[in-house]
Protein backbone atom coordinates (compact mmCIF):
# COMPACT_ATOMS: atom_id res chain seq x y z
CA UNK A 1 0.00 0.00 0.00
CA UNK A 2 1.32 3.39 -0.86
CA UNK A 3 0.66 6.49 1.61
CA UNK A 4 0.70 9.79 0.05
CA UNK A 5 3.40 10.46 2.72
CA UNK A 6 5.82 7.84 1.28
CA UNK A 7 5.36 9.91 -2.25
CA UNK A 8 8.40 11.97 -3.00
CA UNK A 9 8.53 13.80 -6.41
CA UNK A 10 11.13 12.38 -8.46
CA UNK A 11 13.50 15.23 -10.44
CA UNK A 12 13.67 15.43 -13.86
CA UNK A 13 17.16 14.56 -15.96
CA UNK A 14 17.37 18.51 -16.45
CA UNK A 15 17.04 19.23 -12.70
CA UNK A 16 19.53 16.30 -11.96
CA UNK A 17 22.26 17.78 -14.90
CA UNK A 18 21.87 21.20 -13.00
CA UNK A 19 22.27 19.73 -9.66
CA UNK A 20 25.05 17.67 -10.66
CA UNK A 21 27.00 20.99 -12.44
CA UNK A 22 25.58 23.62 -10.68
CA UNK A 23 27.21 27.80 -12.71
CA UNK A 24 30.28 28.65 -10.81
CA UNK A 25 30.39 31.38 -8.49
CA UNK A 26 27.70 30.64 -6.60
CA UNK A 27 27.01 32.08 -2.71
CA UNK A 28 24.70 31.46 0.05
CA UNK A 29 22.85 34.79 -1.45
CA UNK A 30 22.33 32.63 -4.49
CA UNK A 31 20.53 29.86 -1.94
CA UNK A 32 18.60 32.59 -0.88
CA UNK A 33 17.00 33.94 -4.57
CA UNK A 34 16.71 30.41 -5.82
CA UNK A 35 14.75 29.39 -3.07
CA UNK A 36 12.53 32.36 -3.42
CA UNK A 37 12.05 32.09 -7.04
CA UNK A 38 11.81 28.20 -6.32
CA UNK A 39 8.47 29.45 -4.00
CA UNK A 40 6.77 31.13 -6.96
CA UNK A 41 8.33 34.76 -6.05
CA UNK A 42 8.33 37.12 -9.13
CA UNK A 43 8.96 39.87 -7.03
CA UNK A 44 10.92 41.39 -4.44
CA UNK A 45 11.47 44.67 -2.53
CA UNK A 46 14.59 46.84 -0.34
CA UNK A 47 16.96 48.24 -0.16
CA UNK A 48 20.75 47.25 -0.03
CA UNK A 49 23.03 47.36 2.61
CA UNK A 50 26.70 46.43 3.45
CA UNK A 51 25.49 42.86 5.17
CA UNK A 52 23.29 42.10 2.87
CA UNK A 53 25.37 42.36 -0.53
CA UNK A 54 25.45 38.87 -0.44
CA UNK A 55 21.64 38.78 -1.78
CA UNK A 56 21.70 41.58 -4.02
CA UNK A 57 24.96 40.45 -6.29
CA UNK A 58 22.92 37.19 -6.62
CA UNK A 59 19.49 39.00 -7.79
CA UNK A 60 21.88 39.56 -10.97
CA UNK A 61 22.29 36.07 -11.50
CA UNK A 62 17.93 35.41 -10.73
CA UNK A 63 15.15 36.18 -12.90
CA UNK A 64 13.88 38.04 -9.73
CA UNK A 65 12.94 41.15 -10.22
CA UNK A 66 13.76 44.51 -7.62
CA UNK A 67 11.90 47.22 -6.51
CA UNK A 68 14.22 49.50 -4.70
CA UNK A 69 12.96 51.94 -2.40
CA UNK A 70 15.02 54.68 -0.53
CA UNK A 71 13.69 53.99 2.95
CA UNK A 72 13.26 50.40 4.63
CA UNK A 73 10.36 51.48 6.11
CA UNK A 74 8.72 52.55 2.51
CA UNK A 75 9.77 49.36 1.03
CA UNK A 76 8.34 47.37 3.90
CA UNK A 77 5.04 49.43 3.27
CA UNK A 78 4.87 48.72 -0.61
CA UNK A 79 6.00 44.84 0.23
CA UNK A 80 3.03 44.93 2.51
CA UNK A 81 0.54 45.90 -0.25
CA UNK A 82 2.03 43.63 -2.52
CA UNK A 83 0.76 40.90 -0.49
CA UNK A 84 -2.68 42.35 -0.02
CA UNK A 85 -3.40 42.85 -3.33
CA UNK A 86 -1.86 39.81 -4.99
CA UNK A 87 -2.56 37.26 -1.82
CA UNK A 88 1.25 36.00 -2.33
CA UNK A 89 3.97 36.55 0.20
CA UNK A 90 6.28 39.54 -1.03
CA UNK A 91 9.77 39.13 -0.46
CA UNK A 92 11.69 42.03 1.16
CA UNK A 93 15.17 42.43 1.35
CA UNK A 94 16.64 44.22 4.42
CA UNK A 95 20.71 44.71 5.79
CA UNK A 96 21.34 44.32 9.59
CA UNK A 97 20.58 46.66 12.23
CA UNK A 98 19.59 50.49 11.83
CA UNK A 99 18.24 48.92 8.26
CA UNK A 100 16.34 46.06 9.60
CA UNK A 101 14.68 48.35 12.11
CA UNK A 102 13.91 51.34 10.24
CA UNK A 103 11.10 48.56 8.87
CA UNK A 104 9.32 47.76 11.98
CA UNK A 105 6.48 50.09 11.88
CA UNK A 106 6.24 48.68 8.26
CA UNK A 107 6.46 45.27 9.69
CA UNK A 108 3.41 46.17 12.77
CA UNK A 109 0.92 47.50 10.00
CA UNK A 110 1.42 44.24 8.14
CA UNK A 111 1.02 41.94 10.86
CA UNK A 112 -2.56 44.33 11.73
CA UNK A 113 -3.69 44.49 8.72
CA UNK A 114 -2.75 40.40 8.09
CA UNK A 115 -0.45 41.13 5.06
CA UNK A 116 1.89 38.71 3.74
CA UNK A 117 5.10 39.93 4.12
CA UNK A 118 8.55 37.72 3.93
CA UNK A 119 10.95 39.82 5.05
CA UNK A 120 14.78 38.78 4.87
CA UNK A 121 17.49 40.20 6.76
CA UNK A 122 21.25 40.31 6.62
CA UNK A 123 23.00 39.48 10.17
CA UNK A 124 26.67 39.71 11.67
CA UNK A 125 29.11 37.24 10.81
CA UNK A 126 27.90 33.82 12.20
CA UNK A 127 30.91 34.57 15.32
CA UNK A 128 29.35 37.22 16.19
CA UNK A 129 25.57 35.42 17.09
CA UNK A 130 24.49 34.81 20.87
CA UNK A 131 24.80 37.94 22.04
CA UNK A 132 28.60 38.56 22.48
CA UNK A 133 29.69 42.46 22.26
CA UNK A 134 32.23 41.88 19.18
CA UNK A 135 32.14 45.05 17.82
CA UNK A 136 30.79 44.52 14.37
CA UNK A 137 29.39 47.39 12.32
CA UNK A 138 24.78 47.44 13.00
CA UNK A 139 25.79 44.85 15.78
CA UNK A 140 22.54 44.01 18.30
CA UNK A 141 22.90 41.80 21.23
CA UNK A 142 19.93 40.02 19.74
CA UNK A 143 18.27 41.61 16.61
CA UNK A 144 15.58 38.90 16.43
CA UNK A 145 14.51 39.86 19.81
CA UNK A 146 13.63 43.36 18.44
CA UNK A 147 11.13 41.45 15.84
CA UNK A 148 9.79 38.57 18.26
CA UNK A 149 7.13 40.60 19.04
CA UNK A 150 5.90 42.39 15.98
CA UNK A 151 5.89 39.73 13.29
CA UNK A 152 4.57 35.79 13.05
CA UNK A 153 7.70 33.86 13.24
CA UNK A 154 11.32 34.41 13.89
CA UNK A 155 13.72 31.94 11.34
CA UNK A 156 17.22 32.47 12.00
CA UNK A 157 19.62 30.73 9.83
CA UNK A 158 23.36 29.63 10.51
CA UNK A 159 24.82 27.27 8.02
CA UNK A 160 23.75 27.36 4.51
CA UNK A 161 22.20 24.14 3.97
CA UNK A 162 19.23 25.94 6.27
CA UNK A 163 18.46 28.24 4.10
CA UNK A 164 15.90 26.78 1.70
CA UNK A 165 14.14 25.25 4.55
CA UNK A 166 13.91 28.24 6.79
CA UNK A 167 12.95 30.75 3.69
CA UNK A 168 10.59 27.61 2.93
CA UNK A 169 9.07 27.45 6.60
CA UNK A 170 8.10 31.11 6.38
CA UNK A 171 6.34 31.73 3.58
CA UNK A 172 4.28 28.89 4.94
CA UNK A 173 3.71 31.03 7.58
CA UNK A 174 3.24 34.31 6.10
CA UNK A 175 0.58 32.38 4.45
CA UNK A 176 -1.24 30.65 6.95
CA UNK A 177 -4.34 31.88 8.17
CA UNK A 178 -3.94 34.80 9.35
CA UNK A 179 -1.55 35.91 6.84
CA UNK A 180 1.03 38.01 7.98
CA UNK A 181 4.67 39.33 8.28
CA UNK A 182 7.78 36.94 9.25
CA UNK A 183 11.26 37.19 9.41
CA UNK A 184 14.81 35.38 8.61
CA UNK A 185 18.15 36.62 9.31
CA UNK A 186 21.09 35.15 8.20
CA UNK A 187 24.57 36.15 8.62
CA UNK A 188 27.02 37.77 6.16
CA UNK A 189 29.19 35.47 6.15
CA UNK A 190 26.81 32.57 5.09
CA UNK A 191 25.40 34.94 2.26
CA UNK A 192 28.96 35.71 1.23
CA UNK A 193 30.81 32.54 1.18
CA UNK A 194 30.97 29.74 -2.00
CA UNK A 195 28.50 27.20 -1.92
CA UNK A 196 29.18 23.86 -3.03
CA UNK A 197 25.30 22.87 -2.50
CA UNK A 198 23.12 22.26 -5.77
CA UNK A 199 21.23 25.01 -7.19
CA UNK A 200 17.43 25.23 -5.65
CA UNK A 201 14.26 23.54 -7.59
CA UNK A 202 11.10 23.54 -6.96
CA UNK A 203 10.02 24.19 -2.84
CA UNK A 204 7.07 22.79 -1.42
CA UNK A 205 5.67 25.03 0.95
CA UNK A 206 1.77 25.01 1.05
CA UNK A 207 -0.07 26.89 3.60
CA UNK A 208 -2.45 24.93 5.94
CA UNK A 209 -5.58 25.29 5.48
CA UNK A 210 -7.64 26.34 8.82
CA UNK A 211 -10.76 24.30 8.99
CA UNK A 212 -13.47 25.19 11.41
CA UNK A 213 -14.78 22.27 13.91
CA UNK A 214 -18.03 21.13 12.33
CA UNK A 215 -20.36 20.79 15.77
CA UNK A 216 -19.17 24.48 16.02
CA UNK A 217 -20.88 25.36 12.33
CA UNK A 218 -23.44 23.30 12.87
CA UNK A 219 -24.46 25.56 16.39
CA UNK A 220 -23.86 28.80 14.50
CA UNK A 221 -25.82 27.65 11.45
CA UNK A 222 -28.68 27.02 14.10
CA UNK A 223 -28.55 30.07 15.73
CA UNK A 224 -28.62 32.27 12.19
CA UNK A 225 -31.71 30.16 11.02
CA UNK A 226 -33.86 30.93 13.80
CA UNK A 227 -32.63 34.57 14.40
CA UNK A 228 -35.39 36.99 14.13
CA UNK A 229 -33.22 40.08 13.46
CA UNK A 230 -29.40 38.30 12.30
CA UNK A 231 -26.83 40.74 11.05
CA UNK A 232 -23.37 40.61 10.24
CA UNK A 233 -20.16 42.12 10.61
CA UNK A 234 -17.36 41.70 8.02
CA UNK A 235 -13.92 42.51 8.47
CA UNK A 236 -10.27 42.44 6.36
CA UNK A 237 -10.14 38.58 7.19
CA UNK A 238 -13.10 38.24 4.55
CA UNK A 239 -10.90 40.18 2.10
CA UNK A 240 -7.73 38.21 2.91
CA UNK A 241 -9.57 35.25 2.52
CA UNK A 242 -11.14 36.32 -0.91
CA UNK A 243 -14.53 35.47 0.93
CA UNK A 244 -16.63 38.00 -0.50
CA UNK A 245 -18.89 35.98 -2.82
CA UNK A 246 -19.49 33.47 -0.39
CA UNK A 247 -19.98 36.15 2.66
CA UNK A 248 -23.11 37.48 0.02
CA UNK A 249 -24.51 34.57 -0.58
CA UNK A 250 -24.69 33.61 3.06
CA UNK A 251 -25.91 37.23 3.66
CA UNK A 252 -28.56 36.66 0.99
CA UNK A 253 -29.38 33.33 2.07
CA UNK A 254 -30.57 35.05 5.37
CA UNK A 255 -31.79 37.99 5.05
CA UNK A 256 -29.26 39.72 6.93
CA UNK A 257 -27.66 43.94 7.17
CA UNK A 258 -23.90 43.73 6.39
CA UNK A 259 -21.59 46.56 7.44
CA UNK A 260 -17.82 45.90 6.87
CA UNK A 261 -15.58 47.98 9.35
CA UNK A 262 -12.72 49.73 8.11
CA UNK A 263 -9.93 46.68 7.64
CA UNK A 264 -12.67 44.85 5.46
CA UNK A 265 -13.91 47.96 2.96
CA UNK A 266 -15.44 46.00 -0.21
CA UNK A 267 -15.84 42.71 1.54
CA UNK A 268 -19.68 43.74 0.71
CA UNK A 269 -21.12 44.99 -2.14
CA UNK A 270 -21.38 49.32 -1.13
CA UNK A 271 -25.09 49.66 -2.89
CA UNK A 272 -26.47 46.03 -2.05
CA UNK A 273 -29.86 46.37 -0.06
CA UNK A 274 -28.72 44.75 2.45
CA UNK A 275 -25.28 46.89 3.32
CA UNK A 276 -25.03 49.11 5.86
CA UNK A 277 -21.86 50.58 4.41
CA UNK A 278 -19.00 51.20 6.85
CA UNK A 279 -20.30 53.50 9.17
CA UNK A 280 -19.74 51.66 12.19
CA UNK A 281 -18.02 55.66 14.48
CA UNK A 282 -21.88 56.09 14.34
CA UNK A 283 -24.06 55.51 17.28
CA UNK A 284 -26.91 54.84 14.65
CA UNK A 285 -24.97 52.04 13.54
CA UNK A 286 -23.96 50.75 16.87
CA UNK A 287 -27.51 50.86 17.85
CA UNK A 288 -28.24 48.80 15.31
CA UNK A 289 -25.72 45.97 15.64
CA UNK A 290 -27.09 46.08 19.39
CA UNK A 291 -30.54 45.33 18.31
CA UNK A 292 -29.45 42.15 16.47
CA UNK A 293 -30.46 38.97 18.63
CA UNK A 294 -27.82 36.92 15.98
CA UNK A 295 -24.81 39.09 15.46
CA UNK A 296 -22.29 37.33 13.23
CA UNK A 297 -18.77 38.64 13.05
CA UNK A 298 -16.21 37.51 10.24
CA UNK A 299 -12.55 38.08 10.35
CA UNK A 300 -13.21 41.01 13.14
CA UNK A 301 -11.96 40.82 16.55
CA UNK A 302 -14.21 43.90 17.25
CA UNK A 303 -10.87 46.04 17.93
CA UNK A 304 -11.04 50.36 18.94
CA UNK A 305 -12.54 51.38 16.16
CA UNK A 306 -14.87 48.38 14.91
CA UNK A 307 -16.99 48.89 18.20
CA UNK A 308 -17.29 52.58 17.97
CA UNK A 309 -14.24 53.03 20.05
CA UNK A 310 -15.06 50.34 22.82
CA UNK A 311 -19.20 51.87 22.71
CA UNK A 312 -20.94 48.71 21.15
CA UNK A 313 -22.16 46.22 23.60
CA UNK A 314 -24.15 43.80 21.72
CA UNK A 315 -26.93 41.96 23.36
CA UNK A 316 -27.69 39.09 21.37
CA UNK A 317 -25.77 36.23 20.90
CA UNK A 318 -22.07 36.51 18.98
CA UNK A 319 -20.96 34.46 16.74
CA UNK A 320 -17.25 34.99 15.86
CA UNK A 321 -15.69 33.97 12.88
CA UNK A 322 -11.58 34.14 13.15
CA UNK A 323 -8.52 33.42 12.51
CA UNK A 324 -6.48 35.18 14.64
CA UNK A 325 -6.20 32.63 17.91
CA UNK A 326 -5.64 35.72 20.48
CA UNK A 327 -8.43 37.78 18.77
CA UNK A 328 -11.25 34.97 19.15
CA UNK A 329 -13.74 36.08 22.02
CA UNK A 330 -11.04 39.32 22.82
CA UNK A 331 -13.58 41.76 23.37
CA UNK A 332 -16.74 40.04 23.75
CA UNK A 333 -18.08 36.64 24.91
CA UNK A 334 -19.07 34.68 21.84
CA UNK A 335 -19.60 31.34 20.10
CA UNK A 336 -15.33 31.61 18.76
CA UNK A 337 -14.72 29.91 15.65
CA UNK A 338 -10.74 29.26 14.90
CA UNK A 339 -11.01 29.40 11.12
CA UNK A 340 -9.90 30.95 7.69
CA UNK A 341 -12.88 32.92 6.80
CA UNK A 342 -13.58 31.57 3.35
CA UNK A 343 -13.99 28.17 5.34
CA UNK A 344 -16.40 28.90 7.59
CA UNK A 345 -18.32 30.70 5.79
CA UNK A 346 -18.72 27.97 3.12
CA UNK A 347 -19.74 25.54 6.06
CA UNK A 348 -22.46 27.76 7.43
CA UNK A 349 -23.50 28.00 3.61
CA UNK A 350 -24.07 24.37 3.68
CA UNK A 351 -26.11 24.20 6.75
CA UNK A 352 -28.19 27.12 7.49
CA UNK A 353 -31.83 27.42 6.40
CA UNK A 354 -32.92 30.03 4.05
CA UNK A 355 -34.91 32.89 6.45
CA UNK A 356 -36.60 35.16 4.88
CA UNK A 357 -36.91 39.01 6.24
CA UNK A 358 -38.73 41.24 4.09
CA UNK A 359 -38.65 44.03 6.51
CA UNK A 360 -34.42 43.80 6.55
CA UNK A 361 -34.42 45.68 3.33
CA UNK A 362 -35.95 48.74 5.35
CA UNK A 363 -34.22 48.78 8.16
CA UNK A 364 -31.02 49.45 6.57
CA UNK A 365 -32.72 52.36 4.48
CA UNK A 366 -33.85 53.81 7.51
CA UNK A 367 -30.16 53.11 9.37
CA UNK A 368 -28.13 55.03 6.12
CA UNK A 369 -30.84 58.17 6.67
CA UNK A 370 -30.29 58.86 10.04
CA UNK A 371 -26.84 58.97 9.08
CA UNK A 372 -27.24 61.12 6.43
CA UNK A 373 -29.34 63.38 8.11
CA UNK A 374 -26.53 63.33 11.14
CA UNK A 375 -24.14 64.67 9.15
CA UNK A 376 -25.78 67.08 6.81
CA UNK A 377 -26.52 68.72 10.03
CA UNK A 378 -22.75 69.35 10.15
CA UNK A 379 -22.61 71.50 7.41
CA UNK A 380 -19.44 69.34 6.23
CA UNK A 381 -20.20 69.94 2.24
CA UNK A 382 -16.78 70.80 1.58
CA UNK A 383 -15.69 67.53 2.86
CA UNK A 384 -18.74 65.52 1.23
CA UNK A 385 -17.31 67.16 -1.90
CA UNK A 386 -13.67 66.57 -2.02
CA UNK A 387 -14.80 62.18 -1.08
CA UNK A 388 -17.16 62.80 -4.15
CA UNK A 389 -14.83 64.09 -6.21
CA UNK A 390 -12.06 61.64 -5.68
CA UNK A 391 -14.33 58.42 -6.11
CA UNK A 392 -15.70 59.64 -9.02
CA UNK A 393 -12.26 60.60 -10.47
CA UNK A 394 -10.59 57.35 -9.63
CA UNK A 395 -11.40 54.34 -12.41
CA UNK A 396 -13.87 51.44 -11.17
CA UNK A 397 -11.22 48.70 -10.19
CA UNK A 398 -8.20 50.69 -9.39
CA UNK A 399 -6.71 50.23 -5.86
CA UNK A 400 -6.40 52.95 -3.50
CA UNK A 401 -4.24 53.58 -0.79
CA UNK A 402 -5.08 55.95 2.10
CA UNK A 403 -2.88 57.04 4.67
CA UNK A 404 -3.76 58.57 8.04
CA UNK A 405 -5.39 61.92 7.26
CA UNK A 406 -8.35 63.43 7.19
CA UNK A 407 -10.05 62.64 4.23
CA UNK A 408 -9.09 58.74 5.11
CA UNK A 409 -10.85 59.28 8.02
CA UNK A 410 -13.61 60.19 5.88
CA UNK A 411 -13.35 57.10 3.60
CA UNK A 412 -13.02 54.45 5.61
CA UNK A 413 -16.89 55.52 6.88
CA UNK A 414 -17.83 56.96 3.62
CA UNK A 415 -15.87 55.92 0.40
CA UNK A 416 -17.44 53.22 -1.80
CA UNK A 417 -14.28 51.02 -2.99
CA UNK A 418 -16.25 49.53 -5.85
CA UNK A 419 -14.30 46.43 -5.51
CA UNK A 420 -13.51 43.59 -2.77
CA UNK A 421 -9.74 43.95 -2.57
CA UNK A 422 -9.36 47.83 -3.80
CA UNK A 423 -9.31 50.42 -0.75
CA UNK A 424 -6.48 49.74 1.85
CA UNK A 425 -5.03 52.50 4.46
CA UNK A 426 -3.12 52.26 7.71
CA UNK A 427 -6.02 51.62 9.95
CA UNK A 428 -4.11 48.23 11.04
CA UNK A 429 -1.57 49.95 13.43
CA UNK A 430 -1.91 53.83 12.62
CA UNK A 431 1.37 54.64 11.32
CA UNK A 432 2.03 57.61 8.94
CA UNK A 433 3.43 57.71 5.88
CA UNK A 434 2.33 54.60 4.26
CA UNK A 435 -0.02 55.74 1.37
CA UNK A 436 2.62 56.21 -1.22
CA UNK A 437 5.10 53.39 -1.20
CA UNK A 438 2.05 51.41 -0.74
CA UNK A 439 0.50 52.51 -3.65
CA UNK A 440 3.81 51.49 -5.65
CA UNK A 441 3.94 48.49 -4.23
CA UNK A 442 0.61 47.64 -5.32
CA UNK A 443 1.56 49.32 -9.17
CA UNK A 444 4.44 47.18 -9.02
CA UNK A 445 2.06 43.98 -8.85
CA UNK A 446 -0.01 45.22 -11.71
CA UNK A 447 1.03 48.47 -13.83
CA UNK A 448 -1.98 47.67 -16.24
CA UNK A 449 -3.83 49.93 -14.10
CA UNK A 450 -3.69 53.50 -12.07
CA UNK A 451 -2.85 53.44 -8.88
CA UNK A 452 -4.20 56.27 -6.00
CA UNK A 453 -2.45 57.18 -3.36
CA UNK A 454 -4.15 59.92 -0.63
CA UNK A 455 -2.01 61.70 1.94
CA UNK A 456 -1.78 64.70 4.09
CA UNK A 457 0.91 67.26 3.97
CA UNK A 458 2.66 65.89 7.26
CA UNK A 459 1.95 62.05 6.49
CA UNK A 460 3.35 63.16 3.01
CA UNK A 461 6.83 64.58 4.24
CA UNK A 462 7.82 60.77 5.34
CA UNK A 463 7.44 59.62 1.95
CA UNK A 464 8.48 62.42 -0.36
CA UNK A 465 11.56 60.46 -1.31
CA UNK A 466 9.52 57.59 -2.62
CA UNK A 467 9.23 60.05 -5.86
CA UNK A 468 12.64 58.84 -7.13
CA UNK A 469 11.51 55.02 -6.88
CA UNK A 470 8.17 56.02 -9.00
CA UNK A 471 10.03 58.09 -11.35
CA UNK A 472 12.77 55.32 -11.81
CA UNK A 473 10.15 52.51 -12.57
CA UNK A 474 8.08 54.68 -14.03
CA UNK A 475 5.31 53.17 -11.76
CA UNK A 476 1.41 54.87 -13.02
CA UNK A 477 0.62 55.95 -8.97
CA UNK A 478 -1.13 59.62 -8.98
CA UNK A 479 -0.72 61.05 -5.32
CA UNK A 480 -3.22 63.53 -4.12
CA UNK A 481 -1.93 65.68 -1.12
CA UNK A 482 -4.21 67.25 0.98
CA UNK A 483 -2.48 70.40 2.26
CA UNK A 484 -3.64 72.04 5.56
CA UNK A 485 -0.54 73.32 7.04
CA UNK A 486 0.10 70.45 9.53
CA UNK A 487 -1.10 67.52 11.13
CA UNK A 488 -4.90 68.15 10.87
CA UNK A 489 -6.25 65.58 12.73
CA UNK A 490 -3.63 66.37 15.72
CA UNK A 491 -4.17 70.11 15.55
CA UNK A 492 -8.47 69.53 15.58
CA UNK A 493 -8.22 66.78 18.39
CA UNK A 494 -6.14 68.99 20.39
CA UNK A 495 -7.75 72.05 19.90
CA UNK A 496 -11.16 70.27 20.99
CA UNK A 497 -9.59 68.46 24.32
CA UNK A 498 -7.18 71.36 25.18
CA UNK A 499 -8.48 74.96 23.26
CA UNK A 500 -5.27 74.83 21.48
CA UNK A 501 -3.05 72.69 19.24
CA UNK A 502 0.69 72.25 19.65
CA UNK A 503 3.65 70.92 17.64
CA UNK A 504 0.90 70.38 14.85
CA UNK A 505 2.04 73.13 12.67
CA UNK A 506 4.40 72.43 9.82
CA UNK A 507 7.01 74.40 7.15
CA UNK A 508 6.27 72.62 4.00
CA UNK A 509 7.57 72.25 0.66
CA UNK A 510 6.42 73.49 -2.84
CA UNK A 511 4.65 69.77 -3.43
CA UNK A 512 4.16 70.43 -7.16
CA UNK A 513 7.63 71.99 -7.51
CA UNK A 514 8.99 69.45 -5.78
CA UNK A 515 7.44 66.85 -7.58
CA UNK A 516 8.83 68.19 -10.93
CA UNK A 517 12.23 68.52 -9.50
CA UNK A 518 12.08 64.32 -9.74
CA UNK A 519 10.69 64.23 -12.94
CA UNK A 520 7.21 63.74 -11.60
CA UNK A 521 4.42 66.22 -13.43
CA UNK A 522 2.78 68.31 -10.06
CA UNK A 523 -0.51 70.07 -10.31
CA UNK A 524 -1.97 72.49 -8.13
CA UNK A 525 -5.77 72.18 -8.10
CA UNK A 526 -8.93 73.24 -5.80
CA UNK A 527 -12.12 71.71 -4.62
CA UNK A 528 -14.24 72.72 -7.45
CA UNK A 529 -11.49 71.66 -10.01
CA UNK A 530 -9.87 68.38 -7.89
CA UNK A 531 -12.50 65.88 -9.65
CA UNK A 532 -10.41 66.82 -13.70
CA UNK A 533 -7.41 67.17 -12.14
CA UNK A 534 -7.42 64.12 -11.19
CA UNK A 535 -8.91 62.34 -13.78
CA UNK A 536 -6.25 63.45 -16.08
CA UNK A 537 -3.48 62.72 -13.86
CA UNK A 538 -4.76 58.58 -13.10
CA UNK A 539 -5.65 58.61 -17.25
CA UNK A 540 -1.90 60.15 -17.74
CA UNK A 541 0.92 57.54 -17.63
CA UNK A 542 3.55 56.80 -15.53
CA UNK A 543 3.44 58.95 -11.91
CA UNK A 544 1.88 62.52 -11.03
CA UNK A 545 1.36 64.36 -8.25
CA UNK A 546 -1.75 66.59 -7.33
CA UNK A 547 -1.69 69.14 -4.32
CA UNK A 548 -4.80 70.13 -2.94
CA UNK A 549 -4.56 73.33 -0.65
CA UNK A 550 -7.47 72.57 1.77
CA UNK A 551 -8.35 72.19 5.60
CA UNK A 552 -10.71 69.74 6.11
CA UNK A 553 -12.81 68.71 9.23
CA UNK A 554 -14.13 65.76 10.64
CA UNK A 555 -17.64 64.53 11.17
CA UNK A 556 -18.31 64.98 14.95
CA UNK A 557 -17.83 61.52 17.33
CA UNK A 558 -20.40 59.25 18.75
CA UNK A 559 -18.61 57.57 21.35
CA UNK A 560 -17.76 60.97 23.87
CA UNK A 561 -21.37 61.00 25.00
Avoid: C
Avoid at 400 to 414: C, E, G, K, Q
Wanted: net charge negative.
Amino acid sequence: MTHDHDLVLRPTEAEISTALNPPPGRTGGDLVVETLAGLGATTVFGLPGQHALGMFDALRRSSLRYVGLRVENNAGFAADAYGRVTGEAAPLLLSTGPGALTSLAALQEAAAASAPVLAISSQVPTAGLGGGRHGYLHELPDQSASFRGVVKSVHTVRTQSQIPSAIAEAWKSALTAPHGPVWVEIPQDVLLSRTPLPVVTAMDAAPDDLVPRPELTAVAADLLSRAARPAIIAGGGVVRADAAGKLKALAEKLDAPVVTTFGGKGAFPWEHPLSLQSWLEDRHTTDFLEDADVLLVVGSGLGELSSNYHTFRPRGRVIQIEADLGKLESNHPALGIHADARLALQALLETVEDRTDESAPQRVRDLLAKVADRIAAQELTLEQNVLAAVRRALPTGSPSFWDMTILAYWAWSAFDPRGTNTMHSAQGAGGLGYGFPAALGAAAADPSRPVLAVSGDGGALYSIAELATARQYDLPVTWLIVDDGGYGILREYMTDAFGQATATELTRPDYVALAESFGVPGVRTSPETLEEDLAKALASPGPSVVVLPAVLRMFAPTHLG
